[in-house]
């Protein structure tokens, strides 16, 4: 059997091509009932419509229907893969959402600043996220939210390394990244062993990109709406462009660069507004091939559009944390790990009850 994309596509919506005789379109026919998907005669081809959740089912099933795989049909599907990678981790992400988990070491933070947290009190709030699914541990010595305080690399760095050195003793095999906007900060934290890099401001500088180049991490660019003039819906997809261009000049790939699209960072009145179409830029953000970070947790256009306070911004938090991974985010940032966890396998799993549907037909 022939097949090929019929055109460009989104995750959600992949229009596939199948040509082939009378006996193979009805075992494709199978194949696709079982799978919760359809074909449709158009002239001499087939033509179905896929998300790519049903596409993952087509391409691991075929073989059980058709006695081999289809060397056409694997190699759409390696185009449609989301991987990310670091010194010592791959993920693949395609249809595997991960929970990434917001460690504030800070006194300030919007949502669980203390004025003095310690070490062991963080810890055990690692050990919980851990267990809870956690895949990335994230921890962050300065608060960035709208007024925050700027403080010296050396007092950020020194309320931080602590808590890396701690990690990577007690759990040598979880992996870490730093939140950070200062390249001082950056060189300290991969000299440590840290492989994940978050810069709220798209490393947007010589130095930031000098540790870059020197040390190959992955990186999270997010675009910091506080930095433009011109509104979000001019300047996201050119910040996508230049971050992306600069970042693969430092000798970085598509597949260790994570996009954000930066929702509670903006310098204009209507924040809570542009956030909305921040929350709706994933899916033409998929274009540009590299994995894409929800970091949408708790923010504060929730209770200025939707008037949620804090106590009550996990259930909208979790809708809309699902409804980005259907647009092709997989990477949450997120302080609720459990609950978070819980969402992502109640989404798979309503996800894969198709491929135990086709793998028993």
Request: some cysteine; charged content about 20%.
């Amino acid at each position: 059997m022939q097949i090929s994309e019929a055109q460009p596509s989104q995750l959600n919506a992949i229009l596939l091509k199948f040509s082939g005789d009378a006996a193979e379109i009805e075992t494709l026919q199978r194949l696709c009932l079982a799978s919760h998907c359809l074909i449709q005669q158009l002239d001499q081809q087939w033509l179905g419509q896929f998300s790519l959740f049903q596409l993952a089912v087509l391409q691991q099933n075929w073989s059980q229907y058709f006695g081999q795989p289809n060397a056409q049909l694997t190699q759409i599907w390696r185009t449609k893969q989301i991987l990310w990678t670091g010194p010592g981790f791959k993920f693949d992400l395609t249809v595997d959402p991960i929970v990434y988990a917001i460690i504030n070491c800070t006194p300030d933070s919007f949502y669980d600043g203390q004025p003095s947290q310690a070490l062991g009190q963080i810890m055990t709030k690692i050990e919980a996220d851990l267990a809870n699914g956690a895949v990335v541990i994230e921890v962050g010595g300065k608060s960035t939210r709208p007024g925050y305080q700027e403080i010296t690399s050396d007092e950020e760095w020194q309320r931080i390394a602590p808590v890396i050195a701690a990690v990577q003793q007690e759990w040598p095999n979880a992996v870490l990244a730093v939140d950070t906007n200062n390249a001082d900060v950056m060189q300290r934290a991969v000299a440590s062993g840290v492989p994940i890099l978050n810069d709220i401001d798209g490393f947007d500088n010589a130095a930031k990109l000098e540790v870059v180049a020197n040390h190959r991490p992955a990186v999270v660019t997010m675009y910091n709406g506080r930095h433009y003039q011109n509104d979000v819906f001019e300047t996201l997809d050119q910040f996508y462009q230049e971050t992306l261009a600069s970042l693969e000049a430092a000798g970085l790939t598509r597949q260790q660069i994570a996009l954000d699209p930066g929702v509670g960072f903006s310098h204009a009145k209507n924040t809570a507004s542009l956030d909305l179409f921040k929350l709706n830029s994933i899916q033409p953000t998929i274009k540009y091939r590299a994995p894409i970070m929800a970091g949408i947790s708790r923010k504060s256009f929730m209770e200025s559009k939707f008037d949620y306070p804090m106590a009550e911004r996990l259930t909208s938090t979790l809708l809309l944390e699902q409804l980005m991974i259907e647009q092709g985010a997989r990477i949450l940032r997120v302080h609720d790990v459990l609950a978070t966890h819980k969402m992502i396998n109640l989404f798979k799993g309503y996800q894969q009850a198709d491929l135990l549907m086709a793998a028993r037909s």
